[in-house]
């Protein structure tokens, strides 16, 4: 983190931010809206824990959604990171991607945009859950992870694809492991256990020159 600019998409209370800064950060702005998929007053926490730890501007929230925010002539980061917001960026869309021509376009967009403000070279990281589940599959709730709409994500390959036509380089791709397990959770984190479990990837691009 020394020395970088960090963007994040829907940052929420800005835990990710904060420790960034904490980590050498020397500029973290989020965006995030409370808007859909988010939680009502997180902002308000945001700015509780700036104030307590003296950030100053090193670390800045912009209540405004990433549509209303690419273009405004910002100095480029080195990290664009969406950790669980990817999709709620446009629900709708999102919820078509794979097969819908106008939906992969909007967010071909968006992702345009996010390069717009990376400098090259620059990282976008992607953290979120697939479409694809077992339970889902057979009209059930998962026990895993019984709050998802899964029908509002998309697998991994679908957003590859989509940050590729946008310039970048995919260069990455995990599986996270299942936390609840705990230390077993090593053992459970690939494409197969995905399916079955909570199915968050992370997925990383890098910018073209």
């Not at 965006?31 to 090193?58: H, I, N, Q, W, Y």
């Amino acid at each position: 983190m020394k020395g970088k600019r960090i963007f994040e998409i829907g940052c929420g209370k800005g835990a990710f931010l904060f420790w960034a800064w904490n980590q050498g950060a020397t500029f973290c702005l989020g965006v995030e809206p409370e808007a859909e998929g988010s939680t009502v007053g997180v902002t308000s926490v945001f700015d509780e824990v700036s104030r307590a730890l003296d950030c100053g501007e090193s670390v800045s929230l912009l209540k405004r959604r990433i549509q209303d925010v690419i273009g405004d002539g910002m100095e480029p980061f080195d990290v664009v990171l969406s950790y669980a917001s990817i999709n709620h960026i446009d629900e709708t869309a999102c919820s078509r991607l794979h097969f819908d021509p106008a939906a992969r376009a909007r967010y071909l967009d968006y992702f345009s945009g996010m390069a717009s403000v990376l400098k090259p070279g620059g990282r976008l990281i992607l953290v979120d859950c697939q479409r694809s589940n077992f339970f889902k599959a057979l009209g059930l709730a998962s026990p895993f992870a019984p709050g998802i709409a899964w029908r509002i994500h998309q697998n991994p390959g679908v957003w590859a694809k989509l940050i590729s036509e946008a310039g970048f380089t995919p260069t990455r791709l995990d599986w996270i492991r299942y936390y609840p397990l705990r230390h077993l959770g090593r053992f459970f984190h690939n494409r197969l256990t995905a399916y079955f479990l909570h199915g968050v990837f992370l997925l990383e691009g890098v910018r073209g020159g």
